[in-house]
């Protein structure tokens, strides 16, 4: 090798990894002069690994504040609270360890449940039994109190404020709010304090009617295919099949949620004249609406009696006949602005 | 010298899932262990000055692009490689906004940018060169950018061909080639300096 190519040897050498070529190192042995030139070259190469420049402070500090604004792409969205709880504890505590602790809080829930039922008011805050019949079944729900009277037999409620309800079975009531009864099925005399009517409605509906309180009693009676009302005091407004009527005391109507007919009671059985279908209504059990003429007003409420009973301060010592719903005589319905 | 970064809990592979299943705070162990490689990487051709902010960077654009990482090559190859193309990149915005004459060239990687344009054989240059730490840095700052980033994963960060190739994205006999000219150029301007025989 000579001196003219050993510079091109050299970098050719150092750019192949191979700095230890045995052309080279004979060479150098021969020249010094080249062994000057390589020995500076390599001693030049080592010292640039010791140029390293101390790192700021600031970088890492800074590039962690960067980082942790970033959302990127993939990120994944952070678990919930409970999940990363629950995630935790897994990997921290052995399994029994977390069995006990499901267990545990388990057995709070359950207690905390039960204290909290049995410190809430009971369902009376929307109907409370004043009379209960023997097999009355009362069942609540989300809002509502349910009576189911699957025989015969009598109740006395208390609805809301105010309100006092006479029930005989069979009987499907639904008592929702404080101001609606839902009647399925049984015949329900209804007395509304002259007190609460002033501030709202009542409101009874039958699969056959809608009645709005704006009396104080009636009774309402619901039959396979229709519904009867008997409005003892007061004034009630009844609407079905689209029709509207506002009833005054003694006035019955009936419907079979198509038809709104108004009753005439006499004695004798009268006509019909617009609902041939309504056959003769049979009430073996029908609870009673006191028919003296004493305003509801002067009667304590809840004092509503029921069949068998003898109304206070009547005189007759026998139960009073309710309003005769099954005269089977018609008068037709004649919408209210006929009046 | 970086086994701790290939085999156990730490390792960068190991770090890099857990950071993707939503570890956010385990990229900090990223941070820390590459900081200083990352910051003299880009320092090398961005200067002091824009060092640090490139090299933030760098770790965001790397952790916000994590998913893209393969496991099957090294972390740190990878991230090099980041930072290497935000180095690129930054000195290319550089030049085009600022137009200095000392940077004009510095978006082409053939080129070379310093910010000490004085020739070398200047007496005063020569009379604050210090030290052979400092005409080394002259020396590297009048080679090439894709030079420089050769001689320094080389001989600073101590890789080896087929890292650097990776790194660089070359084939492993372009690397070699290209060293081959390197050490031409940079021999010339260290003899120019007076730090080697001619």
Redo the contacts between chains.
């Keep these: 090798m000579k001196c003219e190519e050993y ?1 091109e040897a ?3 050498a ?4 191979d700095e230890h070529s045995p052309d080279l190192e004979a060479h150098e042995k021969v020249c010094p ?1 080249c062994r ?2 390589g020995r ?2 390599r001693v ?10 101390p ?2 402070a ?3 500090s ?3 504040t ?3 604004a ?1 959302q ?5 969205p ?2 919930p609270f409970w999940e990363r709880l629950l995630s935790g504890l897994a990997s921290r505590l052995p399994a029994p360890a977390l069995a006990g602790a499901a267990c545990a809080i388990l057995i709070v829930l359950v207690a905390v449940s039960w204290i909290h039922r049995s410190l809430r008011e009971p369902s009376t805050q929307i109907a409370r039994v004043i009379e209960q019949s023997p097999g009355l079944t009362i069942r609540e729900e989300r809002g509502s109190t349910k009576f189911l009277l699957p025989g015969r037999g009598t109740t006395r409620l208390e609805h809301g404020a105010g309100v006092t309800l006479a029930a005989a079975g069979p009987l499907r009531l639904e008592l929702t709010s404080e101001s609606i009864a839902r009647l399925d099925e049984g015949t329900v005399a209804f007395e509304v304090d002259r007190g609460r009517r002033q501030g709202s409605t009542y409101q009874v509906v039958t699969p056959h009617l809608k009645a709005r309180v704006t009396g104080t009693r009636f009774t309402v009676q619901v039959f396979f295919s229709q519904t009867q009302v008997e409005l003892a005091t007061g004034t009630l407004d009844v609407s079905s099949g689209g029709s509207d009527a506002s009833m005054t005391a003694g006035q019955t109507v009936r419907t079979d949620g198509t038809t709104l007919s108004f009753v005439t009671r006499s004695s004798a059985a009268v006509a019909t004249t617009t609902n041939s279908t309504a056959s003769p209504v049979t009430r073996p059990n029908r609870p009673e609406i006191s028919e003296s003429e004493a305003p509801s007003a002067a009667r304590p409420s809840g004092s509503v009696p029921i069949p068998g009973q003898r109304v206070r301060g009547s005189d007759r010592g026998e139960p009073v006949a309710p309003p005769a719903p099954d005269a089977n005589v018609h008068e037709p319905y004649r919408p209210r602005d006929d009046r | 010298m970086m086994d701790d970064t290939r085999n156990g809990p730490d390792a960068d592979e190991v770090i890099v899932r857990e950071v ?3 570890k ?1 705070d385990r ?2 162990v990223i ?2 262990r590459y ?2 490689r990352v ?2 990487l880009v ?1 090398r051709f961005v200067g ?1 000055d824009d060092a ?1 902010d490139v ?2 960077d760098a ?2 654009r790397a ?5 893209h990482y393969d496991p099957g090559y090294p972390f740190s190859n990878w991230l090099f490689k980041i930072a290497q193309n935000r180095a690129f990149t930054h000195l290319k915005r550089r030049a085009g906004h600022t137009g200095h004459p000392s940077l004009e060239f510095a978006a082409d990687p053939d080129r070379c940018e310093v910010a000490d344009v004085r020739p070398l054989n200047d007496p005063a240059a020569v009379a604050e060169t210090k030290n ?2 400092e005409v ?2 002259r ?2 700052a009048r080679v090439p950018a894709k030079y420089r980033l050769l ?2 994963l080389r ?2 960060m ?1 890789l ?2 087929p890292e650097i190739a990776q790194i660089v994205g070359i084939p492993v006999g372009t690397v ?2 290209r ?2 000219e ?3 150029v ?2 010339q301007v ?1 003899v120019e300096l007076g ?4």
């Design positions: 510079g050299l970098m050719a150092l750019a192949t990894f002069g000057e030139r500076s070259m030049a190469l080592d010292s640039i690994s010791k140029l390293e420049a790192v700021p600031r970088l890492a800074g590039t962690w960067a980082v942790s970033a990127p792409t993939w990120a994944v952070t678990p | 993707l299943g939503g956010k990229f900090r941070i820390d900081q200083d910051y003299n320092r002091h640090v090299a933030q770790f965001l952790y916000l692009h994590l998913d052979t730490g080394l840095e020396a590297l001689i320094h001989h600073s101590g080896q061909g070699k080639y060293f081959h390197a050490y031409k940079l021999r260290l730090v080697v025989a001619p």
